[in-house]
């Protein structure tokens, strides 16, 4: 039984199967991770929708911002852009299936045996264990009732970029949602910074990524990101993954094999293009 642990995909699917078949995955016995963002800009979204699907419970699962984007597309609240190739989905026979099954996947994994926390983005410097798990299921629970289109139609906006308990109703959620599927950077007392998307070294001070500032968190975990794939998979700290390697962009997909610490990867069959 292995669990492995997969970068953002975006709509590649070519290059999740051909990663998998690298370490012969096995969905009756080993459980893959995902860390958001499994459809948009890549060509084949909808492919890679079904198959995570038809992997059932051996497929765990946080929502990226494109997914949360893809959401608005559907609900007729953003904008399709050409960019992020998602026609054949919506226009899909099973559309209205795959996106309601999306909807109703959390926003934060957690495995206390193991000792992994799985956020698209990340956890926010200000929050503990608790708090995120709370947060996480506060989004969750709109996402996954018949009213998230009010939620959708909320969610877009940089404030607050402050947490407090006594953050309420919409606020309080667009706050957990930039936190879990958007957040790079923080300053250094914790506020959300939602503009710069730049590597680190070259971020305006005061920022800090947000995985610089964590004291909140139980240290015996480890955590696993997407999100920021300028960051190629390095410069964080020794218990933090980021794993997404710019597939999208003609980079890599990567795979992290959790019971042999070891990475596996898989280039890109597309040209690098960051339009």
Known sequence: MSTYLIGDVHG??????????????????DTLWLTGDLVARGPDSLQVLRYVKSLGSAAKIVLGNHDLHLLGIYCKISRNKPKDHLDELLNAPDADELINWLRKQPLLQVDEDKKIIMAHAGITPQWDLDTARMCAREVESVLSSDAYPLFIDAMYGDMPNNWSE?????????FSTNALTRMRYCFPHGQLDMLCKESPSKAPSPLKPWFSLLTKLPQEYSIFFG??????????????????TGCCWGGN??????????????????????D
């Open 12 to 29: 590649c699917y070519h290059e999740l199967r051909a990663l998998l078949e690298q370490v012969n995955f096995d969905p009756q016995k």
């Open 166 to 174: 006594s953050l309420m109703g919409l606020p309080r959620l667009r």
């Open 227 to 244: 999100h920021w794939a300028s960051l190629e998979g390095k410069h964080t700290p020794e218990n933090v993954y980021g794993l997404d």
């Open 253 to 274: 997909l990567t795979l992290f094999h959790w019971e042999e610490k070891q990475y596996y990867r898989q280039k890109s069959q597309l040209k690098r293009n960051k």
